[in-house]
């Protein structure tokens, strides 16, 4: 079950609004500490791993949120590839629907920490012009397939460790600064919000997939 947060506000920027996301959550990620399957490291060091495909690096103690303003957004990100289930994958696909974005592998604890939660919202959006694609930046097919058959994930994953095409799709637009990373992409195609280390609860996404939906397109 995924454990309650207190999100505290502690900036408000030109850019965008930081909340640091404390609490139980590191609880929990002190436990994954035990069993860790991945280190931590400095935001540019996981940005240079992440782009080389070694991924080594997650936020241990503390995720944030960052929610980017619409006058304040770069431009729509055009990515695709492969599922794990060998499907060609275009975001033309699901053009003016709002999407969440999930970079994964299976050997990251917090990834698995957060999959109830990322699967829970994709149930209740489902349908509403909603979509949810995962991005696993590590594992082949095979492995990305037995995660989702342990975790009932019905989205679907692109298998982007060979090829790298959706990683460096959106590392022109946003910052990927570690793994698991869930980005709100608005109804044209913008990174609208991003969620830096595990989900902490459903809620939090939900409501930010509320928000974009909110939004004019």
């Known amino acids: 079950m995924p454990l309650a947060s207190t999100i505290r506000p502690i900036r408000s920027g030109r850019r965008s609004r930081i909340r640091l996301i404390r609490g139980a959550v590191g609880v929990a990620l002190a436990a994954v500490t035990a069993v860790s399957l991945t280190a931590c490291a400095p935001d540019d060091a996981v940005s240079d791993s992440f782009l080389s495909g070694e991924n080594t690096g997650y936020v241990a103690a503390d995720g944030a949120i960052v929610e980017i303003p619409v006058s304040e957004r770069e431009e729509p990100v055009e990515f695709g590839g492969v ?9 033309a696909d699901i053009a003016g629907q ?8 299976a050997g990251c604890a917090p990834c698995r920490l957060e999959a109830d939660a990322l699967e829970s919202v994709w149930q209740d959006f489902e349908g509403q012009g909603v979509s949810f694609i995962g991005i696993n930046t590590r594992d ?5 397939k037995a995660f989702s058959d342990e975790f009932s994930i019905t989205y679907p994953s ?3 460790v060979d090829t790298a ?5 959106f ?3 946003t910052t990927i600064q570690a793994t698991p990373t869930t980005l709100v992409l608005d109804k044209q195609g913008r990174v609208a919000a991003k969620i830096i280390g595990p989900i902490d609860g459903a809620s939090i996404l939900s409501t930010l997939v509320k928000d974009a939906l909110a939004e004019d397109s």
């Open 83 to 91: 599922t794990e289930d060998g499907e060609r994958f275009d975001s």
């Open 98 to 105: 709002v999407a969440v974005v999930n970079f994964w592998y």
């Open 140 to 144: 082949q097919a095979d492995t990305a």
């Open 158 to 160: 692109l298998i982007d």
């Open 165 to 169: 095409e959706a990683k460096l799709a």
């Open 171 to 173: 590392a022109e637009e």
